[in-house]
């Protein structure tokens, strides 16, 4: 049932399902880049933990709390970049800024399931939520370029 | 005037959002501007637009007389002895802060100890921690009930004659409680400590009288009550700012300012360097004369009734948690199981519904709470049984629609 087609552009069945069943939750062990981040203005708060070597993003997991869009990012976000490389990860999140901001983006990469998350360019209070995992990544690879 | 009536005053009420008419329960965040106000401030801009204090000319008069004017309006509002007490301020932020700065370091030792609350909002913590940091003074937290109240015991408890500042807030703008100022403040008073009321979640909706309060600092925003944003309110007794010091030096604010040394004014324009908020004081004062025209125990008992009325409509809700106690000021935050307050906040948004998500500005409270977030419906004299009705029917909408999605 629903009652409101414009929530639905939000609350796709997909963003649901990571938000009930997120991926990769949990913290890595052993060597790993470690970035805490929060939105201070709402209290969404995630703890990203990302294992790279040789360049490569070989494993990525998250524990935080937050609403539905912030947490299934973050989910969708840890799956995406697993296996990319560091410049891969970072050129995604271009795009995924550029998705949220509702700028035209580059489609030649195949999102998966990050392009349900379309609709929250149309929701702009709700755009931080989508960014603070993405902005996380960043911060943690930066840190790791030569 | 009933609320139907009223609403005609506020011209951004009679409007859609996201196709329905909108509902809006967030006037503890900000209330809406009636007309008056709106008109005052036009008309300053429009007809007599000067700087005050200073010109000779006649548009300088006009502007200060109605500035001095909206001070004098403050002090009856409050129940504050002169003028003298009265400085205007950006709001209640700027206003606690300046106590904090100005008395604060003055006369907090190491080894004293400043009191708040686990309730309070960050502008009423962070203030002190500064302090309690630059003089190495200890802050101390006044504990709450579960039912989010504070007993006079365990003021008693924790105010002792170490105890230079106890800083508290009257109502809470997450829980709605209403505290025991005057009691708080005789027990500080015992101990020889100062009282710092918080008076942003009160002063709109309720008589305030700072000599019966006996408080020594009573802070608020104008734009909780009608008014417009950028100007506030620190009252303080005569006595205690006679002593302090201001914190910003410049124009408006001296009396001779030699190469090396400068005086200042005499009360309240020792604390307003530059220029001052003209236009904010001309429209808090009209707003002033809005509220009073309404009536303030009018406004007071419409809210109860709608804080009330939302109690028990909200009760009958299933997995939804109302934190608080039942007697409170007119406004509910509130939980729904599984569904994050966000979430709840764009499902209103969605029918036209304007509620506030998030910590409210308000962690340490949060923490007590153990929640990260909360969602707040608030109310005011302009906000009607039916909207709380569209209110319910909305919440369990939303429910409805994440277990859909679930």
């Given at each position: ?70 947490m299934s990012s973050a989910s969708m976000m840890t ?68 | ?105 003055a006369h907090v030792r190491e080894g004293d100890e ?280 909305a919440l369990k909408k939303t429910k409805e629609y ?5």
């Open positions: 049932m629903s009652f409101n087609s414009h929530l639905d552009t939000l609350y796709r069945q997909v963003i649901m399902d990571h938000y009930k069943n997120p991926r990769n939750r949990g913290v890595l062990e052993g060597e790993h880049v470690d970035i805490n981040m929060n939105n201070p203005t709402c209290g969404d708060r995630i703890h990203l933990t990302l294992k790279v070597e040789d360049g490569k993003i070989v494993d990525a997991k998250f524990e935080g709390e937050g609403c539905s869009i912030s799956e995406a970049i697993k296996g990319k490389t560091i410049e891969e990860a970072l050129k995604l999140s271009t795009i995924f800024s550029d998705m949220m901001q509702g700028k035209d983006y580059d489609d030649s990469i195949d999102l998966g399931d990050i392009e349900a998350l379309q609709g929250v360019s149309k929701f702009p209070a709700r755009i931080k939520c989508a960014t603070l995992a993405w902005k996380a990544m960043e911060k943690g690879l930066h840190g790791q370029q030569g | 005037m009933n609320v139907k009536e009223l609403r005609q005053l506020f011209p951004i009420l009679d409007q859609q959002v996201n196709g329905k008419p909108l509902v809006y329960l967030d006037s503890a965040a900000t209330s809406q501007k009636p007309l008056p106000v709106i008109e005052a401030i036009d008309n300053y801009y429009r007809q007599y637009n000067s700087n005050v204090h200073r010109g000779v000319h006649t548009l300088g008069t006009k502007a200060t007389d109605a500035y001095e004017g909206a001070r004098d309006k403050v002090r009856r509002f409050i129940g504050a002895a002169s003028t003298e007490e009265i400085i205007f301020t950006r709001g209640t932020t700027t206003a606690i802060n300046l106590v904090a700065a100005s008395y604060g370091r400043i009191v708040i609350t686990y309730m309070e909002h960050h502008s009423n913590i962070i203030p002190w921690q500064q302090v309690a940091k630059q003089t190495g003074a200890t802050l101390k937290y006044i504990p709450l009930q579960p039912d989010g109240t504070i007993r006079l015991e365990d003021v008693e408890q924790t105010v002792t004659p170490n105890t230079k500042i106890v800083a508290v807030m009257h109502v809470s703008n997450v829980l709605g409680t209403i505290n025991p100022v005057k009691e708080i403040a005789r027990i500080a008073h015992k101990h020889g400590a100062v009282v710092v009321v918080d008076g942003a979640q009160s002063t709109p909706h309720m008589k305030v009288n700072v000599q019966d309060i006996d408080c020594d600092f009573y802070a608020f925003s104008g734009h909780k009550m009608c008014g417009p944003t950028g100007i506030g309110v620190l009252y303080g007794k005569k006595r205690l700012l006679e002593q302090m010091e201001p914190v910003e030096f410049g124009g408006e604010m001296i009396d001779f300012v030699g190469l090396y040394e400068s005086t200042w004014k005499e009360l309240p324009w020792k604390f307003e360097g530059g220029t001052p908020i003209i236009a904010g004081a001309i429209g808090l004062g009209a707003a002033i004369d809005f509220l009073e025209q309404v009536g303030l125990d009018h406004i007071a008992e419409h809210e109860h009734r709608l804080a009330q009325y939302a109690l028990e409509q909200l009760a009958t809700i299933e997995g939804l948690t109302i934190y608080g106690p039942k007697e409170r000021a007119g406004l509910v935050t509130f939980n729904i199981e599984d569904v994050h307050p966000h979430d709840v906040a764009t499902v209103l948004d969605a029918e036209g519904i304007a509620v506030r998500a998030g910590h409210h500005c308000a962690q340490p409270l949060m923490k007590w709470l153990n929640v990260t977030a909360t969602a707040r419906a608030s109310f005011y004299l302009y906000n009607t049984e039916e909207e709380i009705d569209a209110l319910v029917s994440f277990s859909y999605v679930f």
